[in-house]
Every structure is written in structure tokens, then in C-alpha cells.
Nanobody, 122 residues
Framework: QVQLVESGGGLVQAGDSLTLSCAAS????????MGWFRQAPGKEREFVAH???????YYADFVKGRFTISRDNAKNTLYLQMKSLKPEDTAVYYC????????????????WGQGTQVTVSS
């Protein structure tokens, strides 16, 4: 059974930093591309960042320069380092995985975690 478990969310103030983790099991982690998405209340799930097995990285425009996606294949873990957090970053953050190529849209990812809440106060 494939499992993706996010952790590291919490309540922080604007300008603070936070690092999210995603522990993967039940899949050949190094063979999967991984992504982070987020969803705020009343909004669609939106792309945040992606990392391939190469690895190469891709970011949504609204987080470039602030967020860094990385992976540790030895630990089967995906990370999202977030800096200079803004209230607009408040959302549930989801870890995702896919075995093939595609676009940075939720439908192109095969597996999902349950999400972790990030709340940024002003």
C-alpha cells in the first residue's frame, strides 16, 4: 500500500520559515517524481512545486525565491522549505507522487497524502 504522510505544518507569523516533510512508503521512491500542492478554503488545489528523479525542480510563480523543494532518496522523504511566509500561503499542503511525465496539475499525479495545515498570521 502506497502511503504519503505529510508533517511539519503549524501556525507561524508572517515572515517566518517552516519546513514540511513527506514520508513515502510502499513505492520505489527514487523512481517517482514528487510534488507539493496546496488548497485554501473555497479554492481549487493549486500547484506549488515539483521535483523529478534527475532531480530537476519547478515552481509556481507565486513561490519562486521563497520555497525550495528537495528530496532525500535514502530516507524516502520529500521536503518543502518555506521562507518569508505570507498570510496568503495559508492552506492545507499536500504531498504527491507520479511515476510518469505530465503537467503540474493534480490529475497527473498518482498518489496523495492527507495534507498538513499551514497557517500564517499577519
Amino acid at each position: 500500500q502506497v502511503q504519503l504522510v505529510e508533517s511539519g505544518g503549524g501556525l507561524v507569523q508572517a515572515g517566518d520559515s517552516l519546513t514540511l516533510s513527506c514520508a513515502a512508503s510502499g513505492l520505489a521512491f527514487s523512481h517517482y517524481a514528487m510534488g507539493w500542492f496546496r488548497q485554501a478554503p473555497g479554492k481549487e488545489r493549486e500547484f506549488v512545486a515539483h521535483i523529478s528523479g534527475t532531480p530537476s525542480t519547478y515552481y509556481a510563480d507565486f513561490v519562486k525565491g521563497r520555497f525550495t523543494i528537495s528530496r532525500d532518496n535514502a530516507k524516502n522523504t520529500l521536503y518543502l522549505q518555506m521562507k518569508s511566509l505570507k498570510p496568503e500561503d495559508t492552506a492545507v499542503y499536500y504531498c504527491s507522487a507520479r511515476s510518469g511525465g505530465g503537467y503540474f496539475t493534480p490529475s497527473d499525479y498518482d498518489y496523495w497524502g492527507q495534507g498538513t495545515q499551514v497557517t500564517v498570521s499577519s
